[in-house]
């Protein structure tokens, strides 16, 4: 349960995420009484916390969870904008579905290499050539396993 400290206008607030609401200082919330939109690859709420709204970013595709507010990020402190999915990486992720005609071992590397992707994209703190190169490593590594599988199935029926 990730927790976090927020003070507004002089009052501290204890936020807490829980499944599918919000503990604001004891009480709970749904999240889906709250208003929200997608921005990327986030669902973002509007928390109403004192005289102020915070944000709570919820990560449809990976699962991860931010509260800012004001521009800032509640945990770090740090100034917080909410990383965009870069056009290109749709294509590795198409790249990675296409493991899905492998079988289940296929679609296994599917769905991680499509988590991975996102991951790798949305790293705002990597350049974008080095996002390309882990990316095209990412596939050549998953290509790498289909074909060792298939070599060593192939190997071990004759």
């Known amino acids: 349960m990730k ?4 003070v507004v206008d002089g009052r501290t607030y ?6 599918n609401s919000l503990i604001i200082d004891g009480e709970k919330t749904k999240l889906k009484s709250l208003m ?5 690859i986030y669902k973002v709420y509007d ?8 944000q709570f970013y919820v990560n449809t595709w990976v699962g991860g ?13 740090a100034p917080f904008t909410p990383p965009a999915m870069p056009k290109w990486a749709y294509v590795f992720m198409v790249i990675h579905c296409l ?13 991680v290499g499509v988590m991975a992707t996102i991951s790798i994209s949305g790293n705002s703190n990597l350049s ?3 996002k390309v190169l882990l990316n095209i490593g990412l596939v050549v590594v998953s290509a790498v ?3 060792g599988i298939a070599l060593a199935l192939a190997a071990a029926l004759y």
């Open 3 to 6: 927790a976090w400290s927020v």
């Open 14 to 19: 204890q936020i807490k995420a829980k499944s």
């Open 36 to 40: 929200s939109r997608k921005d990327g």
């Open 47 to 54: 928390v109403p916390v004192g005289s102020k709204t915070a």
């Open 65 to 77: 969870v931010k509260l800012a507010m004001d521009g800032i990020d509640c945990a770090t402190g």
């Open 99 to 111: 493991n899905f005609m492998n079988g289940a071992l296929g679609a296994l590397l599917a769905i």
């Open 128 to 130: 974008t050539l080095v």
């Open 145 to 147: 396993v289909i074909f």
